[in-house]
């Protein structure tokens, strides 16, 4: 567990590039209904390769930005069909993996996913896949540039358990990747000893802590 | 002597509920954790217990070093004497 205070304040925004401006628009102002909240349009400096430039950006809820940058005369980086306009896969790349970087927005609940998913539906980007998680229930689709978009709920509140075990996760990961040939059993034996000798103090910590106010 | 443990949340309780049914487990605990212990091996049933793939699958928090995971999948969680 950190020391620092923690000053962030969520997200800024996260930015993609895209080649198709236009769906992207009408991806996430026309059918999702996220506000164009900013842009910039730029000549191109700094290295001479640098083209002229459209970076505009949706809000996403909580002041939170998704943005995107529209290079003029600039053309796709790859023509592989799997991956999105950032990147492209080959066939010898799991199909696990490509799918592995996303974006999750978040909504509070039911209601709130489901007016979501009746946008998406009704749109040329139905939602792909509705999966009840761990803890949290999400929406999938990819956007029109590739990029694969979850909307997602809580199914309930974060328990102060879960960072525990969170936190022992990551140390026995640390621990784990620091050995040779790291597995999943190797992660589960570590952190069974991380269990024994932690757990029981976190809890009486806690009650202290509840005694004390 | 096998042990595993399984974070004490909502979705992990009806699998110490299964695995408390079971002769010959005990399911004790150790701070937010339930600490499930047998001679032997544990053998638990994931329809018994009721929970969803997603939940079943990252249920273990940990294995004790004398222990290991001989089954995982969706029939059913098996750990036996390392």
Known sequence: MTELDHRVKGVDHAAFPTFDPAGTVHFYRDVLGFPVVHSICAVGWGPEDHP????????????????????????????????????????????????????????????????????LDSSAWPVEMQIKHETIESIYTHDPNGYLIEITMPLRPVTPQEDLDANLTIDALLDVVAEPDPTFGKLLARKAELIVDRAAAWELARAGQAAGR | MTTLYVLDVPENTPLAKVAAEVSGVTVGRIGPYFEITASGAIMIDRRATGCRHAVWYSAVGGVARDSRIIQHDKDALRVEPA
């Open chain 1, 52 to 119: 002229d430039f459209i970076h505009f950006f949706f809000d996403i809820g909580n002041d939170d930005r998704i943005a995107f940058f529209y290079y003029f005369g600039f053309e796709p980086v790859h023509s592989r069909e799997r991956g999105d306009a950032y990147a492209g896969f080959g066939p010898e790349v799991p199909e696990f993996f490509v799918r592995s970087r996303h974006l999750a927005i978040h909504v509070e609940n039911t209601d709130d996913l489901l007016e979501y998913r009746r946008r």
